[in-house]
């Protein structure tokens, strides 16, 4: 003899099916949430690395040339070029 399984049986099955699958899908909705989360946070950590890259790029490329090392020492050696002529102010 088969059993006639009854209507109530398939309503709890797709009951408990539908409330797996609709926590299944909390769960990964929240996980992907949290990963957007970090990738924005990567991106604007990239692009601030980026920009901080190109003004120590700018910084070198300066450093390489001829005005930068008359700067430095003018500035910080208090070298004169020939021909100049210092002049000291003696109120300091």
């Known amino acids: 003899m088969r059993r006639k399984v ?5 309503l709890f099955m797709i009951a408990v099916t539908l409330l ?5 899908f909390l769960v ?5 949430a949290q990963g ?3 990738l924005s946070e990567a991106r604007t950590e990239r692009d601030e690395l980026i920009l901080q ?16 090392v008359i700067r430095t020492a003018r500035d ?14 003696g109120a300091r």
């Open 20 to 24: 797996v699958f609709g926590a299944s």
């Open 76 to 89: 910080e050696l208090g070298m004169i070029m020939p021909g100049e002529v210092r002049y000291v102010n």
């Open 36 to 38: 957007a989360a970090r």
């Open 53 to 68: 890259v190109n003004a120590l790029t700018d910084q070198l490329n300066f450093a390489r040339t001829d005005d930068y």
């Open 28 to 32: 990964m909705r929240a996980r992907y």
């Open 6 to 10: 009854k209507p109530r049986f398939w």
